[in-house]
């Protein structure tokens, strides 16, 4: 089977976690789709081991938590444990995009950095306040993950995180798209 293919597959897999884990609850397949989903992080896992970067840290650090959270759900036959993998997704981007402030190139700026090898100032110091707003993104949707996780019924936390999340990820991203459009022609105008 293609690379390709097999990382298409595995990314579906991730993208529609929260369905899987409805399906499980509603139809009382849990121990199947379990480790089906664990199969699926451990090849994504793989899949990514030659490679390197900060988007392929960012991917392994996130399939290795969905491994292990799939693992320890499916020993302790719990659906609410299999609930918290959106909360770990969320606090690992927290603490990597946090820490990254503390260091004189944050993620977004090595991002930027991917596509354009030289920023003009103005543009460092606007990745870095990019940075920050996805740091306090990350914050209050990984406490939305964990409230749904923890005190919610599967309905509303697959409602959440496998919606509503999304929804928010991709409005927060196209209008940094535009405020990035937009900074750039005030300072092109300069």
């Known amino acids: ?8 597959l595995c990314i579906c897999g991730i993208i529609a976690y929260p369905f899987f884990i409805y399906l499980g609850v509603s139809f009382n397949l849990l121990n199947i789709l379990l480790p ?7 090849v994504r896992i793989a899949y990514l081991r030659n490679s390197k ?3 392929t840290l960012l991917a392994s650090v996130s399939a290795l938590c969905a491994t292990v959270i799939c693992i320890i759900a499916f020993m302790a ?20 995009f946090g820490g990254s402030l503390f260091s004189q190139k944050p993620i977004i700026t090595r991002l930027a950095l991917l596509y354009d ?10 990745t870095r306040t ?7 993104f ?3 949707n990984g406490a939305m993950a964990f409230i749904t996780a923890q005190y919610c019924t599967v309905e509303t936390w697959t409602l959440y995180n496998g919606f509503i999340a999304y929804i928010l990820i991709g409005t927060l991203a196209g209008c940094e798209y535009l405020a990035r459009m937009i900074f750039r022609r005030i300072h092109e105008k300069k």
């Open 77 to 96: 036959d719990s659906q609410r444990i299999a609930m918290y993998y959106p909360v770990c997704v969320n606090a690992v981007l927290f603490f990597v």
């Open 130 to 136: 990019v940075t920050k707003v996805w740091v306090i």
């Open 53 to 55: 970067g900060i988007k």
């Open 117 to 126: 090898k030289e920023l003009p100032d103005y543009a460092i110091e606007y």
């Open 36 to 42: 089906i989903l664990a199969v699926i992080f451990i």
């Open 138 to 140: 990350f914050m209050a």
């Open 1 to 8: 089977m293609p690379k390709r293919l097999i990382s298409l």
